[in-house]
């Protein structure tokens, strides 16, 4: 691997961690500036998305409720360079997701396959969406309660298992 193609390389990465960095601070133009105009969306139990504009109208939707708060965590990039400009990658997505208002707190991992796309000399998501590995939701009241909601082997496991995220 020559070090330009390394240099494109870490510019992927920069790209996935500022769409994650936006996901979790609410920074809905962060986000925006994250995706190509025709960009697509495959998150866990949703519809697919179609354009940057649908994309965005369901990451408001489903997170901008002041009582969500989120970390989702990324690592273990593997990116494959197909040309000057279009790259794919897949990444482990490990998210917690805190609604105290339901009093519950959702965990899980996922693999995301992503698609990028270099515009105007800058890389943009083309295209995302995950496949959970796991997902477990945890009760916030006194009364302990953990529930595996949806597994990559077992889909579906109980109440909640449609999925949730970015």
Same mark, same amino acid.
């Given at each position: 691997?020559?070090?330009?193609?390394?240099?494109?390389?870490?510019?992927?990465?920069?790209?996935?961690?500022?769409?994650?960095?936006? #996901?979790?601070?609410?920074?809905?133009? *962060?986000?925006?500036?994250? &995706?190509? $105009? +025709?960009?697509?969306? =495959?998150?866990? @139990?949703?519809?697919?998305?179609?354009?940057?504009?649908?994309?965005?109208?369901?990451?408001?939707?489903?997170?901008?409720?002041?009582?969500?708060?989120?970390?989702?965590?990324?690592?273990?990039?593997?990116?494959?360079?197909?040309?000057?400009?279009?790259?794919?990658?897949?990444?482990?997505?490990?998210?917690?997701?805190? #609604?105290?208002?339901?009093?519950?707190? *959702?965990?899980?991992?996922? &693999?995301? $396959? +992503?698609?990028?796309? =270099?515009?105007? @000399?800058?890389?943009?998501?083309?295209?995302?969406?995950?496949?959970?590995?796991?997902?477990?939701?945890?009760?916030?009241?006194?009364?302990?309660?953990?529930?595996?909601?949806?597994?990559?082997?077992?889909?579906?496991?109980?109440?909640?298992?449609?999925?949730?995220?970015?």
């Amino acid at each position: 691997m020559s070090p330009e193609e390394l240099v494109e390389i870490e510019a992927i990465k920069v790209l996935k961690h500022r769409y994650m960095r936006g #996901v979790d601070l609410k920074d809905w133009d *962060l986000v925006e500036s994250c &995706f190509t $105009d +025709d960009a697509r969306a =495959r998150y866990g @139990g949703v519809p697919d998305l179609d354009g940057r504009d649908a994309v965005l109208a369901f990451l408001r939707d489903s997170l901008s409720d002041e009582g969500f708060v989120t970390s989702h965590c990324v690592s273990q990039p593997e990116i494959e360079l197909l040309g000057p400009d279009r790259a794919r990658g897949t990444w482990l997505l490990r998210d917690v997701v805190i #609604v105290p208002a339901a009093q519950l707190t *959702l965990r899980g991992a996922a &693999f995301y $396959d +992503d698609e990028y796309r =270099r515009v105007d @000399g800058r890389w943009l998501l083309s295209s995302t969406g995950y496949r959970r590995v796991y997902e477990e939701v945890e009760s916030r009241r006194p009364e302990p309660d953990l529930r595996l909601t949806a597994t990559w082997f077992g889909g579906a496991t109980g109440p909640g298992a449609a999925g949730s995220g970015a």
